[in-house]
């Protein structure tokens, strides 16, 4: 069974700091892999997804996120942090069964 | 616009009712599914339906019941038989590799 880890439940930047969320999986095969943004109370907002092609992939708001198959991992990044990233962020993967399995989320908070 | 929909945004339930979550969808997906949401714990998946009448459990679907009349609809029915009902409830739909998230409906037992 697939698994995905998420490493931090909590991640405090300064604002204008790199920002980075790690992801890593459990696969003996690659998978679709998503990251998600969760603000207080709301659903989930697709950030950016991989499924082929280019292993590096640009998201929305800055975010972008690179596939290692070798180090089976999808960690997300943003040069500076901005306030309004102050959010929860959801990684999850799935094998074209259209079924996702999440990770247990990382709640960024940003100091000005 | 095109969206999903969940109603209502917050119920309170008393211990021993049920309770059912709606959920709307105007994609013309075919696929929807039911998540649980508990701080620390990520989303879990309640049900799934790929199709109109039928539907699939998740992981955690005891306590739970779900239909699929009509495209556009799934609704979920929290029984008495879930011990542990108070959670976010979110509902989603499946279009071009990407699932499309509703803004969630928030169960409290009382």
């Known amino acids: 069974a697939q698994s995905v880890t998420q490493l931090g439940s909590h991640v405090s930047v300064s604002e204008g700091a790199l920002v980075l969320l790690r992801c890593n999986y459990s696969s003996s095969v690659p998978p679709y892999l998503f990251w998600y943004v969760q603000y207080p109370n709301q659903g989930l907002q697709l950030l950016l997804k991989y499924t082929t092609g280019a292993t590096l992939v640009k998201g929305i708001n800055g975010f972008e996120a690179e596939f290692k198959k070798s180090e089976t991992s999808f960690h997300l990044t943003k040069p500076s942090a901005h306030m309004s990233d102050a959010a929860e962020y959801f990684c999850?993967?799935?094998?074209?069964?259209?079924?996702?399995?999440f990770g247990a989320g990382t709640t960024v908070t940003v100091r000005a | 616009d095109g969206g999903i929909t969940q109603s209502p945004k917050y119920l309170f339930r008393k211990e021993g009712q049920n309770v059912t979550l709606s959920c709307e969808q105007n994609?013309?997906?075919?696929?929807m599914y039911w998540y649980r949401q508990d701080p620390g714990q990520g989303l879990r998946l309640i049900y799934y339906s790929q199709i109109v009448n039928d539907f699939q459990k998740g992981d955690i679907a005891e306590g739970y019941s779900v239909s699929r009349e009509k495209k556009e609809s799934f609704p979920l029915t929290v029984t008495s038989a879930q011990k542990n009902p108070t959670a976010f409830y979110l509902c989603a739909s499946i279009g071009q590799d990407e699932q499309f998230f509703g803004p969630g409906t928030r169960l409290t037992v009382l």
């Open positions: 994609l013309n997906h075919d696929a």
């Open positions: 999850a993967v799935s094998f074209n069964d259209y079924k996702l399995s």
